[in-house]
C-alpha cells in the first residue's frame, strides 16, 4: 500500500483521486501551476507544491518538476490522471527509473496502445477481430487508391496517432478518396504532430461499444461491463450509455471475455479501455 501519492493533474479529476485516496487512508500530494493554487484540489489535498506558471507545457507537462516535486515529498508513486502525460511512455519509465510507482499502465503499452496500428497488430496476434483496412501505414496517395479498391468502399481514412475523432474522413467513392486523405493526413499532423494515416473498410451504422479492463501484473485482467457510445457529433461521444442496450446478456459476456482474454494475453496491467464496433452481430476492435 502506498502512503503517499503525488497527483500530477488538475481538476475534477484531480479531486476524484484525492477522495480514493482519502477513503484508503494514503497522503496525497497535488503538484499545481500558478493558476490552479486556491483551486479545490490544492485545498484538499495534504500538501502542494507549485511545479510552474499557468501554461501547461511548463507546469503539468513539465516532467522535471513533476519528478522534483515527488522527490522533495516523499511520494511513493505518481498518478498522472488523464490527459497531459497520463499517455506518455517516456514520463512513466522516468518515473519507474526514479524510484517511483507510475499509477497507470506500463511505458510498453502505453507505445503499443497509443499507435492506432500498432494497437491493431498487437491485438490481431491476441484473436481479436478487427475491421478490415490496410496492413499499417498508408504512405502515399498511390498505395491509399489500392489499397481502397482491395478493401471496397467506402472506405474510412484515420490517423495513426491521437484520437478524439481528429484526422478521420470518409471516402464513399474513388473520387472522394484523395480529398480525404489530404485532409485527414493534414489534420493529424496538425493535432498529434504525426500524419501518418491507414485505411478501414466505413462501417455504416454500427454501435461503438467499449469495454472496461482492469488487470494487475500477476497476470490476471477482469472486464467491468461495457458502455456504449454510440450517439456521437463529428465522431466525438456526447452519451456514454451503460450497459449497452443494443447486447443481450450472451453479447456482452462474450465481448467481455474477448477483450479480458486479450489484454491477459499482451500482460496488460492497470485500467484500460478496449473500443468495438458492433454490426450485424459481429464486434471488430477499433483502438
Given at each position: 500500500?502506498?502512503?503517499?501519492?503525488?497527483?500530477?493533474?488538475?481538476?475534477?479529476?484531480?479531486?476524484?483521486?484525492?477522495?480514493?485516496?482519502?477513503?484508503?487512508?494514503?497522503?496525497?500530494?497535488?503538484?499545481?501551476?500558478?493558476?490552479?493554487?486556491?483551486?479545490?484540489?490544492?485545498?484538499?489535498?495534504?500538501?502542494?507544491?507549485?511545479?510552474?506558471?499557468?501554461?501547461?507545457?511548463?507546469?503539468?507537462?513539465?516532467?522535471?518538476?513533476?519528478?522534483?516535486?515527488?522527490?522533495?515529498?516523499?511520494?511513493?508513486?505518481?498518478?498522472?490522471?488523464?490527459?497531459?502525460?497520463?499517455?506518455?511512455?517516456?514520463?512513466?519509465?522516468?518515473?519507474?527509473?526514479?524510484?517511483?510507482?507510475?499509477?497507470?499502465?506500463?511505458?510498453?503499452?502505453?507505445?503499443?496502445?497509443?499507435?492506432?496500428?500498432?494497437?491493431?497488430?498487437a491485438v490481431i496476434a491476441a484473436g481479436v477481430p478487427v475491421v478490415p483496412g490496410s496492413d499499417g501505414e498508408v504512405a502515399g496517395l498511390e498505395q491509399a487508391r489500392a489499397e481502397a479498391a482491395r478493401i471496397g468502399y467506402p472506405v474510412l481514412v484515420k490517423a495513426a496517432g491521437g484520437g478524439g475523432g481528429k484526422g478521420m474522413k470518409v471516402a464513399a467513392t474513388p473520387e472522394e478518396l484523395?480529398?480525404?486523405?489530404?485532409?485527414?493526413?493534414?489534420?493529424?499532423?496538425?493535432?498529434?504532430?504525426?500524419?501518418?494515416?491507414?485505411?478501414?473498410?466505413?462501417?455504416?451504422?454500427?454501435?461503438?461499444?467499449?469495454?472496461?479492463?482492469?488487470?494487475?501484473?500477476?497476470?490476471?485482467?477482469?472486464?467491468?461491463?461495457?458502455?456504449?457510445?454510440?450517439?456521437?457529433?463529428?465522431?466525438?461521444?456526447?452519451?456514454?450509455?451503460?450497459?449497452?442496450?443494443?447486447?443481450?446478456?450472451?453479447?456482452?459476456?462474450?465481448?467481455?471475455?474477448?477483450?479480458?482474454?486479450?489484454?491477459?494475453?499482451?500482460?496488460?496491467?492497470?485500467?484500460?479501455?478496449?473500443?468495438?464496433?458492433?454490426?450485424?452481430?459481429?464486434?471488430?476492435?477499433?483502438?
Amino acid at each position: 500500500m502506498f502512503e503517499k501519492i503525488l497527483i500530477a493533474n488538475r481538476g475534477e479529476i484531480a479531486l476524484r483521486i484525492i477522495r480514493a485516496c482519502k477513503e484508503m487512508g494514503i497522503r496525497t500530494v497535488v503538484a499545481h501551476s500558478t493558476a490552479d493554487s486556491e483551486s479545490m484540489p490544492v485545498m484538499l489535498a495534504d500538501e502542494t507544491v507549485c511545479i510552474g506558471p499557468a501554461a501547461s507545457k511548463a507546469s503539468y507537462l513539465n516532467i522535471p518538476a513533476i519528478v522534483s516535486a515527488a522527490t522533495i515529498t516523499g511520494a511513493d508513486a505518481i498518478h498522472p490522471g488523464i490527459g497531459f502525460l497520463a499517455e506518455n511512455a517516456g514520463f512513466a519509465e522516468i518515473v519507474a527509473e526514479h524510484g517511483f510507482t507510475f499509477i497507470g499502465p506500463g511505458p510498453q503499452h502505453i507505445r503499443i496502445m497509443g499507435d492506432k496500428i500498432t494497437a491493431k497488430k498487437a491485438v490481431i496476434a491476441a484473436g481479436v477481430p478487427v475491421v478490415p483496412g490496410s496492413d499499417g501505414e498508408v504512405a502515399g496517395l498511390e498505395q491509399a487508391r489500392a489499397e481502397a479498391a482491395r478493401i471496397g468502399y467506402p472506405v474510412l481514412v484515420k490517423a495513426a496517432g491521437g484520437g478524439g475523432g481528429k484526422g478521420m474522413k470518409v471516402a464513399a467513392t474513388p473520387e472522394e478518396l484523395d480529398e480525404a486523405y489530404h485532409l485527414a493526413q493534414s489534420e493529424a499532423l496538425a493535432c498529434f504532430g504525426n500524419g501518418a494515416v491507414y485505411l478501414e473498410r466505413y462501417l455504416g451504422q454500427p454501435r461503438h461499444i467499449e469495454v472496461q479492463l482492469l488487470g494487475d501484473q500477476h497476470g490476471q485482467c477482469i472486464h467491468l461491463g461495457e458502455r456504449d457510445c454510440s450517439l456521437q457529433r463529428r465522431h466525438q461521444k456526447v452519451l456514454e450509455e451503460a450497459p449497452s442496450p443494443a447486447l443481450s446478456p450472451a453479447q456482452r459476456d462474450s465481448i467481455g471475455a474477448v477483450a479480458a482474454e486479450a489484454a491477459r494475453n499482451l500482460g496488460y496491467y492497470s485500467a484500460g479501455t478496449m473500443e468495438f464496433l458492433y454490426e450485424n452481430g459481429e464486434f471488430f476492435f477499433i483502438e
